[in-house]
């Protein structure tokens, strides 16, 4: 099985803070590598897939980047909503997609 | 606007058996794949199963903890999707959540969980 490993496991940052999130597969996954966002109580939200695809009406501020076993997350410009878990999400070995632990983003 | 509705959760004894239903609307639910998705209290999200669209088989696939107790079926001629949940475990406690699988063909077939309900908790006690 893929083992995905997120870093850091939180993070304090303030509004207008870029910010990055890592995602580690524990073996090559090309590109095949997707990002969520949840805030408390709430369903996942899709932001990026295939590593770098911006999914419709996620703003721009969010942009993703890696392939291979390295992956990052960055939000440019911390907004006051963005203040949520991420999710990192591998689908190279489907049917067994395979979720990291989750980033817990607070502010500082 | 694309809508996913959970119902059927609840408290059960461990050993006993549950069924969630997944009531869809706003898409063309028997093109779609479904899948369900779990996250237990505090935890990290996992996913459980999903189930191809008749057209690419009907096919269900499973996780390894799940496998053998969970079955995930499908009716589209009511939009709805199903998770009958045997002999649970207290590890079987979470919020359960039905998503749509999006594919698309870049380099190669990609998957990904566009649209999620809003979940619905399963309880699993002694």
């Known amino acids: 099985d893929i083992q995905m490993t997120q870093s850091p496991s939180s993070l304090s940052a303030s509004v207008g803070d870029r910010v990055t999130i890592t995602c580690r597969a524990s073996q090559g996954i090309s590109t095949y590598l997707n990002w969520y966002q949840q805030k408390p109580g709430k369903a996942p939200k899709l932001l990026i897939y295939?590593?770098?695809s911006l999914q419709g009406g996620v703003p721009s501020r969010f942009s993703g980047s890696g392939s291979g076993t390295d992956f990052t997350l960055t939000i440019s410009s911390l907004q006051p909503e963005d203040f949520a878990t991420y999710y990192c999400q591998q689908t190279y070995s489907t049917p067994m997609y395979s979720f990291g632990q989750g980033t817990k983003l607070e502010i500082k | 606007e694309v809508q996913l509705v959970e119902s059927g959760g609840g408290l059960v004894k461990t050993g006993g058996s549950l069924r969630l239903s997944c009531a869809a609307s706003?898409?063309?639910?028997?093109?779609?794949?479904m899948s369900w998705v779990r996250q237990a209290p505090g935890k990290g999200l996992e996913w459980v199963g999903h189930i191809k669209s008749k057209t690419d088989g009907g096919t269900t696939d499973y996780a390894a903890p799940v496998k053998g107790r969970f079955t995930i079926s499908r009716d589209d001629s009511k939009n709805t999707l199903f998770l009958q949940m045997n002999s649970l475990e207290i590890d079987d406690t979470a919020v359960y959540y039905c998503?749509?699988?999006?594919?698309?063909?870049?380099?190669?077939?990609?998957?990904?969980?566009?649209?999620w309900g809003q979940g619905i908790l399963v309880t699993v006690s002694s």
């Open positions: 706003g898409f063309t639910f028997r093109n779609t794949w």
């Open positions: 998503t749509t699988v999006g594919r698309i063909t870049l380099f190669g077939v990609v998957y990904y969980f566009d649209y």
């Open positions: 295939a590593s770098s």
